[in-house]
């Protein structure tokens, strides 16, 4: 899934940890790394709170 | 949720119903119309099942 390649890139060049990330989008750190392995099947809710706590929006990060 | 009102008119335009549509994504008819409704909070695989089904990318289905 491109979700958690865009999401882990966005959140490095803010040089932002995914416990960072977590607490800003109210998220799990160990949720934080399996998304961005794409292990997980996330949710709308949990992709727009992500998007949002990396200044994206969700359209953007899922535009090949 | 935008998504499911652009699933809604895409679908309509295609003169799909909830049924054939449900079927073509691999869904249950009444989750389709719940989407439709903004009221599921809805995985990525989903979206990109019912994304695929009415011949749209996903990203596109969400860009304002």
Redesign the interface.
């Known amino acids: ?1 491109q ?1 958690g390649l865009v999401l882990r890139h966005a959140r490095e060049a803010l040089n932002l940890s995914q416990e960072a990330l977590a607490e800003q989008a109210g998220l799990h750190r160990t949720y934080i790394g399996q998304v961005e392995r794409g292990e997980r ?5 949990s ?1 727009e709170r992500l998007a949002q706590a990396v200044g994206m ?4 990060m ?3």
Do not use: A, K, R, T
């Open positions: 899934m979700f099947n996330i949710s709308v809710d992709m929006e969700l359209w953007e899922l535009h090949p």
